[in-house]
Structures are given as structure tokens and as C-alpha cells.
């Protein structure tokens, strides 16, 4: 098989059209180099060049090579730092998957300034529930993602770090009794029906939310489980 180092002296000669000065481009004694030549013309079964006393001229098959010498040169220089880049993190692909409720007027900002410091790292987002990217990267085909767990849980087998904690919030229909800008507290709204999330989506938070009724002997009255819905775009 043609190696790098073969390549590198069929360039020189192709370039310099000249075997002594490719030689001395090379810093090497011309008998080798023209050995080289010979050994490389032998393995592709094609001559490279024409030879006279007066000059050296490439072949067809000669200019074919060159420019794929060329361009396996510069791979070959490149991969070193390719390599390094891959391991440091700063090439490749990363895909992210982020809850429903990540937000989005922040996703384009924030995956704007990932890109611009790491542009040569292709940015993948994918919005998935926490059962879906449990499954998901125990599949391997996300590599990180952002959820919403109870303070504390476990997330399974997957390496979990806490970032933000928020509130558990409240949400009231705009013409609620209780809307009425005075603070309200848990017993008012205990005996409300809820619209609440379905527990598969986030167990930890479903059963947080039912121990916090259940420790103040209050059954909750769930209405209904259903997904966030966002608001239409129709005017």
C-alpha cells in the first residue's frame, strides 16, 4: 500500500519536475527517491512520469494522482488536530433534548451562543417529556437533555445535575373566584378540581404535588391529565 511519506516524495517531484531539486526539497540523496518513484509506479501499475535527459514530465495517470495526493497530505496533517479537537469536545455532534416547559424565547439565544464558540460542533434539540429521554439516552441517541424532577430525585442510571429550581406553581383560569390579586393559600384552592400532567411524564414531581395533599389528609380532585398546550398562532 502507498503511504504518506511516499506521497509526500511523489509531490515534491511533481512539483519541482525535477528529481535532484526534489531531493534536496526533501532532504534526501536523489537514488532513493528516485527508488521511491519507481516502487510507487510499480504498486499502482501505471507510470507517473516521462522521463528524458532534458526534462520530467507528469503522465496523465501522474496529474490524476497528484491532486489526491494532495488532498490525502492535508488529511493526513490535519487528523492529528482533528483528533484532539473530537476528544476536547470541540467537534462533532452534540444532541440535547429539553423538557416542554425549557424557555423557548431563551433555546434560540442560547443555542446561537453554543454555536458561535463551538462551531464546529453540529447542535441537535429535540423537546422530549422525562420518560422519553430516560428511553432516549439508554438508547444512546441523545447525549444529554434537560428535565424536570423533584429536587433530589434519581434519574435513573443517566449522571444528573441540578441547575435551576423553581416554584411549583398554580395556574388559575382568568375569571377563577380566586382571582382576585390577594394572595391565596393552599386551603383555598385544595378542594379545586386540578388539570394536572400524566404521572409517566414526571413521576417525581406527579407524586410530590399528591403527597403535598395527601400529608394534610386531602384527597385532590384531578379533573383531568393532559400535556401543556401551547397557545395557537391563528389570529
Not at 424557555?103 to 443555542?111: D, H
Request: hydrophobic share 45%; charged share 20%; with cysteine.
Amino acid at each position: 500500500m502507498t503511504d504518506i511519506r511516499q506521497l509526500r516524495q511523489f509531490v515534491a517531484v511533481a512539483e519541482e519536475l525535477h528529481f535532484r531539486r526534489a531531493a534536496e526539497r526533501l532532504h534526501m540523496t536523489q537514488p532513493p527517491l528516485t527508488q521511491a518513484m519507481r516502487s510507487l509506479e510499480a504498486s499502482l501499475e501505471v507510470a507517473l512520469f516521462d522521463r528524458s535527459k532534458k526534462r520530467v514530465t507528469l503522465t496523465p495517470g501522474g496529474k490524476a494522482l497528484l491532486d489526491y495526493a494532495r488532498h490525502l497530505i492535508r488529511a493526513s496533517d490535519d487528523l492529528p488536530g482533528m483528533v484532539k479537537a473530537a476528544a476536547d469536545g470541540q467537534t462533532g455532534r452534540l444532541r440535547l433534548a429539553f423538557a416542554s416547559t425549557w424557555p423557548m424565547a431563551e433555546c434560540p439565544v442560547g443555542s446561537a451562543v453554543f454555536r458561535h464558540a463551538n462551531p464546529d460542533v453540529l447542535l441537535e434539540l429535540r423537546e422530549a417529556t422525562l420518560d422519553v429521554q430516560l428511553a432516549a439516552l439508554n438508547a444512546e441517541q441523545v447525549d444529554a437533555g434537560f428535565v424536570l424532577q423533584r429536587f433530589g430525585s434519581s434519574a435513573g442510571r443517566a449522571l444528573a445535575l441540578s441547575l435551576l429550581v423553581e416554584p411549583f406553581l398554580v395556574a388559575l383560569a382568568a375569571n377563577h373566584r380566586l382571582r382576585t390579586g390577594k394572595r391565596s393559600f393552599f386551603a383555598d384552592i385544595a378542594l379545586e378540581p386540578v388539570v394536572i400532567f400524566p404521572r409517566h411524564i414526571v413521576p417525581s414531581l406527579f407524586d410530590a404535588l399528591l403527597s403535598y395533599y395527601h400529608v394534610r389528609g386531602i384527597s385532590p380532585h384531578i379533573a383531568q391529565e393532559a400535556m401543556r398546550c401551547r397557545p395557537s398562532s391563528a389570529s
